[in-house]
């Protein structure tokens, strides 16, 4: 009985939706838990691999993070939606690793992209398309969302009270620090996030005023490639298909009459 009430409580307090697609979705960790262990993850990570802070790779992705981030914020404003990205501390970085074709965007805004991945995403555009879905998958609370339902799987009743009571969570936290420990690279969104991330990434290269086009040439060089001996990173936890590409080009004259 007690469990269920919890439960109960669970449901009513924690569900909520993404903006945009308008989708119900379970959030039991807030961002007030989740933010910390993100973030002293990515400052560990940033001491543990070599930047690249100068350059026209490094000027192009700061550039695009910023005309991303403006787009968002005034997006969010003009429609008079509550912005997801208000508690956001944007920071991007460019890790010297041309063996690594990868990138990605932890809860708060916290980006990393692989100077690897600049070879298939080579102009403003498709950068747009790759940092574009990565936030996407951030203002949408894909890792809180997945970290919730793990909470659900793994925890069992006594975590869940002391979540619900406002508790210290010690275990909790450190599976958490773990799992952003190793952003990226570790589990694939699920094929839902992953669709709601090409969605929201076209909406966002779209209003921040990058070619939606190149979304699709961008996932073609990256299938290209992964047919190599060494598939890039990227397509381990974002497996290109032909419905991903089809999708996209179904959605962006959707996207350019609706946004
Ligand atoms: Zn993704």
Request: charged fraction near 25%; include cysteine.
């Amino acid at each position: 009985m007690r469990l269920f009430s919890i439960l109960i409580l669970i449901f009513f307090s924690a569900c909520s939706t993404v903006s945009i697609t308008e989708r119900k979705q379970l959030i039991i960790l807030g961002d007030d838990v989740i933010y910390p262990q993100a973030f002293k993850a990515y400052e560990n990570f940033k001491k543990k691999n070599k930047l690249i802070k100068e350059g026209t790779d490094y000027d192009n992705i700061q550039e695009v993070t910023e005309n991303l981030k403006k787009a968002i914020r005034t997006f969010y404003k003009t429609h008079n939606k509550p912005d997801p990205t208000s508690n956001f501390r944007w920071e991007v970085i460019l890790i010297d690793n041309k063996d690594m074709k990868n990138a990605w965007c932890m809860p708060g805004g916290k980006m990393a992209v692989y100077s690897g991945i600049l070879e298939l995403a080579n102009n403003n555009n498709a950068i747009a398309a790759i940092m574009g879905h990565e936030i996407a998958h951030a203002v949408a609370r894909h890792s809180s969302e997945r970290a919730s339902q793990g909470v659900l799987l793994d925890f069992g009743t006594m975590a869940l009270e002391q979540l619900v009571l406002g508790r210290s969570l010690s275990g909790g936290n450190r599976r958490l620090y773990e799992y952003f420990a190793n952003f990226g690279l570790m589990l694939p969104f699920s094929r839902s996030h992953e669709t709601e991330a090409d969605y929201l990434g076209l909406v966002f290269m779209y209003i921040a005023g990058y070619e939606m086009e190149e979304s699709i040439k961008m996932w073609e060089r990256m299938s290209k490639d992964g047919s190599n001996s060494q598939p890039p990173e990227f397509l381990s936890t974002h497996p290109s298909n032909r419905t991903r590409i089809e999708n996209i080009k179904k959605w962006i004259p959707e996207v350019k009459s609706n946004f």
